[in-house]
């Protein structure tokens, strides 16, 4: 085919307006510098490193620098006095870049001069200085895999174990179950943070969490600070950003399974530059439904989320945000045109769920006007409505063999109060929550049929003292936690007191002594408070908060402002953790598939324990490369009832490698990769005698646990961006690929029914184990607009 020269003309013409527009670009870029006690911070140097832009603050604490080409930079702020702080990877757009806020940390010593500390650009709280990770923003939209997810992400992080199968948001930390993380969303708890979420525990197959909501994320994972209640191995907190105050933006995401929109922008601005209230909002909505009704799929995943936050404030001193997150999820099944062994045992397993979530908070904060402190109250709601049904013939939707109906809803009241006096920084405050529970299930395969309705109280206590001794070169934490609830009949304040204690001492230049103790309680979830036997009974109400005991020691040096490397050791030890009366195994070994965690009789007499060593290099973006790597060596064992026989958890992988980096290229190109790694991994077999009578429930028999490992875990993920910036909008086009190896990811044997090559089943029934291919590259592309 001949293309005419004047075809040519307009596609050179074109190419040349596009390098041109992105060549003339240039953008301004807003911020706020404050201390600890919020004040703001007037004359803080703000520059980007390696370039000659730099501004000062004004007398609110903002600063802008102006006539910025957009790219990676790395943004530094210092002052007299104070610890120069550097935020890395700071991504400048054409459109799209948000405020890039600082909260500077007083230095040892009042000198006139700056101070700069290579301490402080890789640093954690001094409550919490050890087993603490924070993820920015652009580092989570960059992650190879993870699909903007920001739960996934956290996967990544150090002494977190894959999931079964590597498909699902399971945090399983450091030999912890799948439920002993809590999640806080700019200071309000969320229980559910994923679509199709495990009741009873949290994991499911897809965050709900907006990436562009984020400012950033920490993952802790032993020292949380005494205001969490309920975490035994992790607190995952999302900071969310505020709204932009100048012009109304927004982008649109595009990936292989699914579309998202985010608006922000000012209210009731007027004529002024800037408005005091501003607003965030998206929608987002899958279309992994349709993708896998067109490749033949039986699976109909179908999701909506949504997310906002609206900000007003009313003075220098007082702020009111309102926020909130939730959820539409429908998972059904549909049988395939043609018959596939491993899609029909699918489609006879897979459970049928209609979830529906929804989380709301009113949070004001202020800031005192003596400078000395500030403090924070949350009123909130979530609610997670659950229909969770298992058919005997899923085709025809007939033959309920398993459902369960659940509606649990808790109010929430929390208050923290900060006060600096002089070198002491106490944080203080309570907690109170109404939680209501009411659950319709039938169990055929355990004989069980119940309709239960509970409420209570629970509410708590909790203080925390920090000070900094011999000029800045120890820090000492200590804290403590009362809770306690008018539902549980065993447990009461006294018996729940959480002690715990921090320590971090500087012993040579850029080297760090950590270590932290501490006590944690939790308090089991609903699907096991409100269970009842089929009379009628509540059968645990005499179970105990489960109780872990952790002791970390570890040593930190930082090579330079932008890279170290730590070691640690941890022990954790629990008791009073719930077993199964029926399967006579503890159920920290559950709650990682689709299923109800919980709704059974226990008895609060597990012990467990999970020891081991973690190993840990991070670079923050210098010379065009960043990146984390880790290696975590580990043991996880619990006990059933007999509390003197430790067994392997099916979270005992051994050993855990994770990397993940990036390089920038120049013109906007960026290559990123992610590397996963676990040990074999016990796993609970198939009770084949009795998967065949309950078929197609599959029953697993617990007794064997620990006779049969899965394959080890390796998986490698690669991506690579490129960035466009044009004067009305910028576009980040990125490419993936899962898996590119093509490595089978390990997953138990599955069963199904033995059948002919026309899918008739085969008389007298027998079990047949699927072959699964699991080592599939999985491609992907995503598009990314801001406007």
């Given at each position: 085919?001949?293309?005419?020269?004047?075809?040519?003309?307009?596609?050179?013409?074109?190419?040349?307006?596009?390098?041109?527009?992105?060549?003339?670009?240039?953008?301004?870029?807003?911020?706020?510098?404050?201390?600890?006690?919020?004040?703001?911070?007037?004359?803080?140097?703000?520059?980007?490193?390696?370039?000659?832009?730099?501004?000062?603050?004004?007398?609110?604490?903002?600063?802008?620098?102006?006539?910025?080409?957009?790219?990676?930079?790395?943004?530094?702020?210092?002052?007299?006095?104070?610890?120069?702080?550097?935020?890395?990877?700071?991504?400048?757009?054409?459109?799209?870049?948000?405020?890039?806020?600082?909260?500077?940390?007083?230095?040892?010593?009042?000198?006139?001069?700056?101070?700069?500390?290579?301490?402080?650009?890789?640093?954690?709280?001094?409550?919490?200085?050890?087993?603490?990770?924070?993820?920015?923003?652009?580092?989570?939209?960059?992650?190879?895999?993870?699909?903007?997810?920001?739960?996934?992400?956290?996967?990544?992080?150090?002494?977190?174990?894959?999931?079964?199968?590597?498909?699902?948001?399971?945090?399983?930390?450091?030999?912890?179950?799948?439920?002993?993380?809590?999640?806080?969303?700019?200071?309000?708890?969320?229980?559910?943070?994923?679509?199709?979420?495990?009741?009873?525990?949290?994991?499911?197959?897809?965050?709900?969490?907006?990436?562009?909501?984020?400012?950033?994320?920490?993952?802790?994972?032993?020292?949380?600070?005494?205001?969490?209640?309920?975490?035994?191995?992790?607190?995952?907190?999302?900071?969310?950003?505020?709204?932009n105050r100048r012009n109304f933006t927004g982008n649109f995401r595009v990936s292989a399974s699914e579309a998202a929109l985010t608006m922000e922008g000012p209210l009731f601005k007027g004529g002024e530059d800037a408005s005091k209230t501003t607003f965030l909002a998206s929608v987002r909505r899958s279309y992994l439904q349709f993708l896998f009704e067109a490749i033949g799929l039986p699976f109909r995943?179908?999701?909506?989320?949504?997310?906002?936050?609206?900000?007003?404030?009313?003075?220098?001193?007082?702020?009111?945000?309102?926020?909130?997150?939730?959820?539409?999820?429908?998972?059904?099944?549909?049988?395939?045109?043609?018959?596939?062994?491993?899609?029909?045992?699918?489609?006879?397993?897979?459970?049928?769920?209609?979830?529906?979530?929804?989380?709301?908070?009113?949070?004001?904060?202020?800031?005192?006007?003596?400078?000395?402190?500030?403090?924070?109250?949350?009123?909130?709601?979530?609610?997670?409505?659950?229909?969770?049904?298992?058919?005997?013939?899923?085709?025809?939707?007939?033959?309920?063999?398993?459902?369960?109906?659940?509606?649990?809803?808790?109010?929430?009241?929390?208050?923290?109060?900060?006060?600096?006096?002089?070198?002491?920084?106490?944080?203080?405050?309570?907690?109170?929550?109404?939680?209501?529970?009411?659950?319709?299930?039938?169990?055929?395969?355990?004989?069980?049929?119940?309709?239960?309705?509970?409420?209570?109280?629970?509410?708590?206590?909790?203080?925390?003292?920090?000070?900094?001794?011999?000029?800045?070169?120890?820090?000492?934490s200590l804290g403590f936690r009362l809770d306690d609830d008018t539902f549980t009949e065993e447990d009461n304040l006294l018996s729940t007191f959480s002690p715990r204690l921090s320590l971090s001492y500087e012993f040579k230049e850029n080297w760090r002594l950590n270590g932290s103790v501490g006590r944690y309680f939790k308090l089991p979830p609903y699907t096991i408070l409100g269970f009842r036997d089929?009379?009628?009974?509540?059968?645990?109400?005499?179970?105990?908060?489960?109780?872990?005991?952790?002791?970390?020691?570890?040593?930190?040096?930082?090579?330079?402002?932008?890279?170290?490397?730590?070691?640690?050791?941890?022990?954790?030890?629990?008791?009073?953790?719930?077993?199964?009366?029926?399967?006579?195994?503890?159920?920290?070994?559950?709650?990682a598939d689709f299923e109800i965690l919980g709704s059974e009789d226990v008895e609060t007499v597990g012990r467990g324990r999970s020891y081991g060593v973690e190993l840990q290099f991070q670079q923050k973006l210098s010379n065009n490369f960043y990146g984390i790597f880790a290696y975590t060596w580990f043991y996880s064992e619990f006990t059933g009832f007999d509390r003197n026989e430790f067994l392997p958890?099916?979270?005992?992988?051994?050993?855990?490698?994770?990397?993940?980096?990036?390089?920038?290229?120049?013109?906007?190109?960026?290559?990123?990769?992610?590397?996963?790694?676990?040990?074999?991994?016990?796993?609970?077999?198939?009770?084949?005698?009795?998967?065949?009578?309950?078929?197609?429930?599959?029953?697993?028999?617990?007794?064997?646990?620990?006779?049969?490992?899965?394959?080890?875990?390796?998986?490698?993920?690669?991506?690579?961006?490129?960035?466009?910036?044009?004067?009305?909008?910028?576009?980040?086009?990125?490419?993936?690929?899962?898996?590119?190896?093509?490595?089978?990811?390990?997953?138990?044997?599955?069963?199904?029914?033995?059948?002919?090559?026309?899918?008739?089943?085969?008389?007298?029934?027998?079990?047949?184990?699927?072959?699964?291919?699991?080592?599939?590259?999985?491609?992907?592309?995503?598009?990314?607009?801001?406007?």
């Open positions: 085919m001949r293309i005419s020269p004047k075809f040519h003309r307009s596609l050179l013409f074109s190419l040349v307006v596009m390098n041109l527009s992105q060549a003339q670009v240039t953008v301004d870029i807003f911020g706020t510098v404050i201390d600890e006690t919020g004040q703001p911070i007037f004359g803080a140097s703000v520059y980007l490193e390696g370039t000659q832009k730099g501004s000062q603050t004004d007398f609110d604490g903002n600063y802008s620098l102006e006539g910025i080409t957009p790219g990676s930079y790395n943004l530094v702020v210092s002052y007299i006095g104070f610890e120069t702080q550097t935020q890395y990877n700071v991504i400048v757009r054409s459109k799209g870049t948000p405020n890039y806020n600082f909260v500077l940390k007083e230095a040892a010593q009042q000198l006139d001069e700056v101070v700069v500390s290579n301490a402080n650009t890789i640093s954690r709280p001094r409550e919490t200085p050890l087993s603490t990770q924070s993820l920015s923003a652009v580092e989570i939209a960059t992650y190879p895999g993870s699909n903007n997810d920001v739960v996934q992400v956290a996967q990544t992080l150090p002494g977190v174990s894959p999931s079964i199968g590597g498909f699902r948001n399971d945090l399983i930390i450091r030999g912890g179950a799948p439920n002993e993380t809590v999640y806080y969303l700019d200071g309000m708890e969320i229980p559910n943070v994923n679509h199709f979420a495990t009741q009873g525990s949290a994991g499911g197959p897809v965050g709900l969490i907006n990436v562009s909501f984020i400012e950033n994320v920490t993952l802790s994972t032993s020292a949380f600070g005494a205001q969490y209640d309920n975490p035994l191995s992790g607190v995952l907190q999302f900071s969310q950003r505020n709204g995943p179908n999701y909506w989320d949504y997310q906002y936050k609206v900000t007003h404030e009313f003075d220098a001193y007082n702020s009111l945000s309102l926020i909130g997150v939730g959820s539409i999820d429908d998972f059904s099944v549909e049988a395939p045109e043609d018959f596939d062994a491993e899609q029909q045992a699918q489609l006879e397993q897979a459970p049928f769920i209609e979830q529906r979530t929804n989380a709301i908070g009113i949070s004001w904060k202020k800031r005192f006007r003596d400078g000395k402190g500030f403090m924070e109250t949350t009123l909130s709601n979530n609610t997670l409505v659950n229909d969770f049904t298992r058919f005997e013939d899923p085709e025809n939707e007939t033959g309920v063999i398993f459902s369960n109906d659940a509606t649990e809803s808790e109010t929430k009241l929390r208050f923290t109060m900060t006060n600096f006096l002089g070198d002491w920084k106490l944080t203080s405050g309570l907690n109170t929550q109404y939680s209501d529970y009411e659950n319709e299930t039938l169990n055929l395969a355990d004989d069980q049929a119940f309709t239960t309705e509970i409420d209570f109280f629970k509410y708590g206590f909790f203080s925390n003292l920090t000070r900094s001794f011999l000029d800045d070169k120890l820090d000492v089929n009379s009628g009974l509540l059968v645990n109400q005499n179970v105990q908060y489960t109780k872990s005991d952790h002791l970390v020691v570890g040593i930190q040096h930082y090579f330079g402002p932008s890279s170290s490397i730590s070691l640690e050791g941890f022990y954790k030890r629990y008791d009073d953790y719930p077993v199964s009366v029926l399967d006579q195994v503890s159920l920290a070994n559950k709650g958890s099916v979270w005992d992988s051994r050993h855990l490698i994770s990397f993940t980096g990036g390089y920038k290229l120049k013109r906007n190109w960026e290559v990123s990769a992610r590397y996963r790694f676990a040990g074999e991994t016990p796993f609970v077999p198939t009770d084949l005698e009795a998967t065949l009578a309950n078929y197609p429930e599959v029953i697993l028999d617990y007794t064997r646990l620990g006779e049969e490992n899965l394959d080890i875990f390796s998986q490698l993920d690669l991506r690579i961006d490129k960035k466009w910036n044009f004067k009305r909008l910028s576009l980040d086009v990125f490419v993936e690929a899962q898996n590119v190896l093509g490595q089978d990811i390990p997953q138990p044997p599955e069963f199904g029914l033995g059948r002919g090559a026309n899918g008739a089943i085969v008389e007298p029934r027998s079990l047949v184990e699927i072959d699964n291919d699991a080592g599939q590259i999985i491609p992907s592309i995503g598009i990314v607009v801001d406007f």
